[in-house]
């Protein structure tokens, strides 16, 4: 018997041949394994750089007692409470084990093979990746010349089999913002049969006036859903919990997608918990404005270009190749983020806003490689 495997590839759809695996920031443990480094920091995966407040963490630990029950499928206290906060029907919310896994399960839901979804590029990867594995059915329509989402090219790329369009508010990875006008604008040019999620994963770091609340337009637009999540100025990225709003009828279809137990224990009450703690995301938002004004300036003195931003990170361009420079601040202990994943050229680099001591370590390194 030939025990020689046979040629796997051939048994795979091409759209999953196709894709780019998510490539995430380096972890630190990573980072410290291979370069023998103990002092290191992330600023490369958008996370909050402040820990859980003592209240969420003693939630978590209290809840970790009864981990060997399955979580509440229903999330039923989750949604009462996240109901009751943002004004909304328990009915319009659906959760999901990071707003990454709705967004997924969003375009499966929908999407039948020849339809397609449009987005913008370079924007969120994971829209990219879902498309690409779900019937190739991507649409991505670049941005404009200052970085941001073209919403006119995108409601020009929508045909009758279009079903699905992703707008990235505040967009990753440039920190670009639609404004409210800009947005009821699309929402006006676009048919009602085409489901627009705004995915608002930035939303509580952004401070522009004319930034909308996505959840205003879902009482004259109900071909709206509100994608947020809990992992960035909650803190909790690492119990993945994130939710959808929009109108019940399709929450309910929605909601037949999701993994049984999809949310799991530690996420739901840590979720609960931070909800409790408004004024910690009023901190956090303010701490990041700081910090990301003096950031930004810091870069600029450095010979960056930074594109004005709305969120927790900086997209920043700069002579030198961003795979070296990454390279050589790794060596420093510092990890930010080359745009290469992002489908971008070369000298693009995106750096999460850290605390204000890591963001001083980052351009005293910077300062060091460029020769400041
Ligand atoms: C724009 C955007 N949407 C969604 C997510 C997914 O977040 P999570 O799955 O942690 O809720 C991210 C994470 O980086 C993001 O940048």
């Given at each position: 018997?030939?025990?020689?495997?046979?040629?796997?590839?051939?048994?795979?759809?091409?759209?999953?041949?196709?894709?780019?695996?998510?490539?995430?920031?380096?972890?630190?443990?990573?980072?410290?394994?291979?370069?023998?480094?103990?002092?290191?920091?992330?600023?490369?995966?958008?996370?909050?750089?402040?820990?859980?407040?003592?209240?969420?963490?003693?939630?978590?630990?209290?809840?970790?007692?009864?981990?060997?029950?399955?979580?509440?499928?229903?999330?039923?206290?989750?949604?009462?409470?996240?109901?009751?906060?943002?004004?909304?029907?328990?009915?319009?919310?659906?959760?999901?084990?990071?707003?990454?896994?709705?967004?997924?399960?969003?375009?499966?839901?929908?999407?039948?093979?020849?339809?397609?979804?449009?987005?913008?590029?370079?924007?969120?990867?994971?829209?990219?990746?879902?498309?690409?594995?779900?019937?190739?059915?991507?649409?991505?329509?670049?941005?404009?010349?200052?970085?941001?989402h073209?919403?006119?090219?995108?409601?020009?790329?929508?045909?009758?089999?279009?079903?699905?369009m992703m707008i990235c508010n505040?967009?990753?990875?440039?920190?670009?913002?639609c404004?409210?006008?800009?947005?009821?604008?699309?929402?006006?040019?676009?048919?009602?049969?085409?489901?627009?999620?705004l995915?608002?994963?930035?939303?509580?770091?952004?401070?522009?006036?004319?930034?909308?609340?996505?959840?205003?337009?879902?009482?004259?637009?109900?071909?709206?859903?509100?994608?947020?999540?809990?992992?960035?100025?909650?803190?909790?990225?690492?119990?993945?919990?994130?939710?959808?709003?929009?109108?019940?009828?399709?929450?309910?279809?929605?909601?037949?997608?999701?993994?049984?137990?999809?949310?799991?224990?530690?996420?739901?009450?840590?979720?609960?918990?931070?909800?409790?703690?408004?004024?910690?995301?009023?901190?956090?938002?303010?701490?990041?404005?700081?910090?990301?004004?003096?950031?930004?300036?810091?870069?600029?003195?450095?010979?960056?270009?930074?594109?004005?931003?709305?969120?927790?990170?900086?997209?920043?361009?700069?002579?030198?190749?961003?795979?070296?420079?990454?390279?050589?601040?790794?060596?420093?202990?510092?990890?930010?983020?080359?745009?290469?994943?992002?489908?971008?050229?070369?000298?693009?680099?995106?750096?999460?806003?850290?605390?204000?001591?890591?963001?001083?370590?980052?351009?005293?390194?910077?300062?060091?490689?460029?020769?400041?």
């Amino acid at each position: 018997m030939n025990n020689h495997p046979p040629n796997f590839n051939t048994l795979f759809r091409p759209g999953t041949l196709s894709v780019q695996p998510y490539s995430p920031g380096k972890p630190i443990e990573e980072v410290q394994r291979e370069l023998g480094l103990e002092d290191i920091i992330k600023l490369a995966s958008n996370e909050d750089p402040e820990g859980p407040r003592p209240e969420v963490i003693a939630a978590i630990q209290q809840a970790a007692l009864e981990i060997n029950r399955y979580p509440d499928g229903s999330c039923y206290t989750l949604t009462q409470k996240l109901a009751h906060h943002l004004g909304v029907e328990p009915e319009s919310i659906l959760l999901g084990n990071g707003s990454n896994e709705l967004l997924n399960m969003i375009v499966r839901a929908l999407i039948s093979p020849g339809e397609n979804m449009v987005f913008a590029r370079p924007s969120f990867v994971v829209y990219d990746l879902a498309a690409s594995l779900h019937f190739e059915c991507g649409r991505p329509v670049p941005l404009d010349e200052q970085d941001r989402h073209d919403l006119v090219a995108m409601a020009a790329a929508v045909d009758e089999k279009t079903k699905l369009m992703m707008i990235c508010n505040p967009n990753n990875p440039t920190g670009t913002y639609c404004s409210a006008q800009a947005v009821k604008t699309l929402l006006d040019s676009v048919p009602r049969r085409v489901i627009v999620v705004l995915d608002e994963a930035y939303f509580e770091y952004a401070f522009a006036e004319d930034y909308p609340d996505g959840l205003q337009f879902l009482a004259h637009y109900p071909n709206v859903v509100v994608a947020r999540t809990f992992s960035k100025i909650h803190a909790l990225a690492g119990v993945r919990v994130g939710y959808a709003v929009g109108h019940p009828d399709l929450i309910k279809q929605f909601q037949k997608t999701r993994e049984p137990f999809n949310v799991n224990t530690l996420a739901q009450a840590g979720a609960i918990a931070a909800l409790a703690l408004p004024d910690a995301v009023a901190q956090r938002a303010r701490r990041n404005r700081t910090e990301g004004k003096w950031l930004a300036e810091a870069l600029l003195g450095l010979g960056f270009s930074v594109v004005p931003s709305q969120a927790n990170f900086l997209f920043a361009r700069h002579a030198l190749p961003a795979g070296e420079l990454c390279a050589r601040l790794l060596k420093l202990g510092v990890i930010i983020r080359p745009m290469s994943a992002f489908g971008l050229g070369d000298g693009a680099v995106r750096i999460t806003i850290g605390l204000p001591e890591e963001n001083r370590r980052c351009i005293a390194a910077l300062e060091e490689i460029l020769g400041h």
